[in-house]
C-alpha cells in the first residue's frame, strides 16, 4: 500500500518547456543593448556554448560571456543579463493545470507528499514558493543538500528515510526514464512516468531489472487519482 508520493520538480509539477530558451534570447538581447560586442544571434550560440561546457547549474554564465567577447568582465552588462534571465523566466513560470488537484487530492487523502529533485537548494525552493506549492510537501530533498544526484538510490534513500516510510510503499512520479525511472527501481520503489512513452529499449531493460511492473505511464498527474 503506497504511504508516500514523491515528486520530481522541472516538467513534472510545472512546465519548462521552452521557456529556458526564451529566457536566455531575452537576457543575450539586454546585453548586447548595453554593450556587448556581438550580435544578439552570436550572444546567444556563445552563451550556450558556455552553458554545455560548464552545466546548467553553474552560477556564473553570464560573466564567461562577457569576458570572452568583450575581453573583460563588465558589472553592467552581467547584471541586466542576469536580471533579464530571471524576470523572463519568472514571468513564464506556470504550474500544471492538474498539480494543484492532485496535490490537494493526496493531501486530502492522508498521503505524506515529497519532492526529490537534482538542482540548486536555493534555486529549487524559490520555484517552489513563487509557484504557491510548497506547503503541500513534507519535505523536499534536491541533490545539493544531500549530495547524491537522481538516479543514485541515496538520494531516494534519504527522502524516505526523512518521511519514515519504506521502498515498498512510496511512488515516484517523473518525467524523466534515467533519473526518476530508473533511480525509483534502484531503490526498490514503484514509479510513474509521466509526459513521456517509454521506449523498447527502455522497456528491455526494466524487465532485465524484474522492475517493469512497478513502472506505470500517465498522460498527466490527474490520472493518479484513478490509480491511488
Known amino acids: 500500500m503506497i504511504r508516500a508520493v514523491f515528486f520530481d520538480m522541472d516538467d513534472t509539477i510545472y512546465d519548462t518547456s521552452g521557456f529556458a530558451a526564451i529566457a536566455r534570447r531575452a537576457a543575450v538581447k539586454s546585453m548586447v543593448h548595453n554593450g556587448l560586442k556581438c550580435t544578439e544571434d552570436e550572444g546567444y550560440e556563445h552563451l550556450i556554448r558556455i552553458i554545455k561546457d560548464k552545466g546548467s547549474n553553474y552560477g556564473q554564465h553570464f560573466n564567461i560571456l562577457v569576458e570572452e567577447v568583450n575581453g573583460e ?3 553592467l552588462i552581467i547584471v541586466n543579463g542576469i536580471i533579464t534571465y530571471h524576470n523572463t523566466k519568472f514571468a513564464m513560470l506556470k504550474l500544471e493545470p492538474e498539480s494543484f488537484s492532485i496535490l490537494l487530492y ?3 487523502q ?3 507528499v515529497g519532492l526529490i529533485t537534482n538542482g540548486k537548494e536555493f534555486k529549487q525552493w524559490e520555484k517552489l514558493i513563487r509557484l504557491g506549492v510548497y506547503p503541500f510537501f513534507d519535505d ?3 541533490s545539493e543538500s544531500v549530495g547524491y544526484e537522481k538516479p543514485d538510490p541515496e538520494i531516494f534513500n534519504i ?3 526523512r518521511l519514515g516510510v519504506t521502498a515498498g510503499t512510496s511512488l515516484m512520479v517523473g518525467n524523466n526514464f ?4 530508473m533511480g525509483a527501481c534502484n531503490a526498490g520503489m514503484q514509479s510513474m512516468l509521466i509526459n513521456s512513452k517509454l521506449t523498447p529499449e527502455q522497456e528491455e531493460v526494466l524487465e532485465k531489472m524484474n522492475c517493469r511492473e512497478d513502472v506505470r505511464e500517465i498522460n498527466s498527474l490527474i490520472d493518479m487519482m484513478k490509480i491511488l
Open 73 to 75: 568582465e563588465d558589472p
Open 106 to 108: 493526496l493531501k486530502s
Open 110 to 112: 492522508g498521503y505524506k
Open 140 to 142: 523536499v530533498v534536491t
Open 159 to 161: 527522502a524516505m528515510k
Open 178 to 181: 534515467d533519473a526518476d525511472i
